[in-house]
């Protein structure tokens, strides 16, 4: 079953520095997503993208964190300047028609910024 | 906005014990309503789906019916076993295609 990988599992940094997670998508899905989950907390949108634009982006989604697709393969979040409040766990997320039947996420990326 | 209100864990069970999960929601238009699960140590996968009024979704012996008249999609299994321990998220999606997750519901089955 085709899967939508993360890398990588898990990363820490350290306060201040720039980080970017990665993601490759299924290959023929066209809607891309990103979710985090603060430890002990509800799973959160963050950011939804097609088109090689965003579409919609949450509030948490401020200038500190921006969306790329690099290529035909890859979907990358950038945090620039990582906060403590930034460890959680990312999920990317991909679907093939706006996810009203659902979305596949990845596996996730854990972030402990120290 | 759109909203989803789950049953608030942790649930305890012995093995081939009956398990409820309650979700209710609030949405504008009409959503689609989902069941992910999120097991030890990995990500949150689809368990079942259902997109409109009475559409039963089903997986692994798990069912959820979506009711418009109550606007729930309760989850049950009918024997739970140790393997399904994990972490049950209720969501919805509408036309704004955003994945709205009520807050999860721990289940540990004990054998």
């Known amino acids: 079953e085709p899967e939508v990988t993360q890398t990588p599992s898990h990363q820490v940094t350290q306060m201040g520095q720039e980080v970017i997670l990665r993601c490759v998508p299924i290959s023929n899905h066209l809607y891309f997503y990103w979710y985090r989950q603060i430890l002990g907390q509800k799973v959160e949108f963050l950011v939804s993208f097609y088109n090689n634009e965003i579409s919609e982006k949450s509030e948490i989604f401020d200038d500190q964190f921006s969306v790329e697709r690099p290529d035909g393969s890859n979907f990358t979040l950038k945090i620039r300047s990582t906060k403590l409040e930034d460890s959680a766990m990312y999920f990317c997320?991909?679907?093939?028609?706006?996810?009203?039947?659902?979305?596949?996420f990845g596996s996730g990326t854990r972030l402990t910024v120290v | 906005g759109n909203s989803v209100t789950q049953m608030e864990g942790p649930v305890t069970l012995s093995e081939e014990a009956f398990l409820t999960i309650n979700c209710t929601y609030t949405a504008t238009g009409y959503p689609s309503l989902f069941w992910y699960v999120q097991y030890p140590g990995e990500g949150l996968q689809l368990l079942l789906k259902?997109?409109?009024?009475?559409d039963k979704g089903s997986n692994k012996g798990f069912e959820a019916t979506y009711r418009k008249e109550t606007t729930s999609f309760h989850l049950e299994k009918g024997s739970v076993q140790v393997s399904d321990s994990a972490v049950y998220f209720c969501?919805?999606?509408?036309?704004?295609?955003?994945?709205?997750f009520g807050a999860g519901t721990t289940v540990t089955v004990r054998a």
């Open positions: 259902a997109t409109k009024a009475d």
């Open positions: 969501a919805l999606i509408t036309n704004d295609y955003k994945l709205s």
């Open positions: 997320a991909s679907s093939a028609a706006g996810g009203y039947y659902g979305y596949t």
